[in-house]
Nanobody, 119 residues
């Protein structure tokens, strides 16, 4: 059984920063892509940022230059450093990890962590 545990959400004023963390645990052969999605009230879930096993990153245009995704393969963790936050960043943020267990590749989701940015 694989679990993803997120931490780091909270309430912050506009212009502030937060750092999200997500740790994968369980029986894991290898981890492929790791990423963060978010879902604001009344909106569809969207990809915020992703990072490949080789370290290539991808960002949605609205966060480019403000957010930084990184990973620690030795700890099976992915991070999202969020700077210059604005109220439009308010959402539930979900960790997403594609990994293999017993050579079977699956996608796993974290439980979600609330990020609220006040104006």
């Amino acid at each position: 059984q694989v679990q993803l545990v997120e931490s780091g959400g909270g309430l912050v004023q506009a212009g502030g920063s937060l750092r999200l963390s997500c740790a994968a645990s369980g029986i894991i052969d290898s981890i492929n892509t790791m990423g963060w999605y978010r879902q604001a009230p009344g909106k569809q879930r969207e990809l915020v940022a992703s990072i490949s096993s080789g370290g290539s990153t991808n960002y949605v245009e609205s966060v480019r230059g403000r957010f930084t995704i990184s990973r620690d393969n030795t700890k099976s963790k992915v991070y999202l450093q969020m700077n210059s936050l604005n109220p439009e960043d308010t959402a539930v943020y979900y960790c997403n990890v594609v990994l293999s267990t017993y050579r079977i590749r699956k996608t796993y989701w974290g439980q979600g962590t609330q990020v609220t940015v006040s104006s």
